[in-house]
């Protein structure tokens, strides 16, 4: 079939839906992170691990994609976790909540640690 006959046309707009998607999950966090709009104040390495972590995993659905400060994919996170012990944090993280996935096989136990380390330097 000829380049705007069927399958083509179908294949070319499938792979541009793709690399939009791509696009979107992997540059929005970059552009949060240039706009200084990543909250918390990592001083420690074991903080900045976890904030490079953050930014990687976590910002496309935790940060604002929009100027208008409420509107994230997910909950936005300041000062949740200086409210909730270490190990229920831990456990959302691995195994998921609500529409959340788990890291629990992409996140070592060290990663972990450090994820929720610079989780704690959020202001409420």
């Given at each position: 079939m000829g380049f705007y006959g069927g399958s083509m046309c179908a294949r070319h707009s499938g792979l541009r839906l793709l690399a939009i998607s791509l696009l979107v999950l992997f540059a929005a966090p970059l552009f949060a992170q240039e706009r200084g709009r990543i909250p918390g104040n990592a001083t420690t390495p074991a903080e900045q691990e976890?904030?490079?972590l953050f930014v990687q995993r976590c910002a496309v659905c935790h940060l604002p994609l929009t100027p208008e400060p409420r509107k994230a994919y997910g909950p936005l996170l300041n000062g949740l976790f200086k409210k909730l012990p270490d190990e229920?944090?831990?456990k959302a993280i691995a195994i998921g909540y609500g529409n959340m996935p788990g890291w629990q096989y992409t996140l070592?136990?060290?990663?972990?640690n450090n994820l929720i380390a610079f989780l704690k330097?959020?202001?409420d």
């Open positions: 976890g904030r490079r229920e944090v831990r070592s136990a060290a990663q972990l330097t959020f202001p």
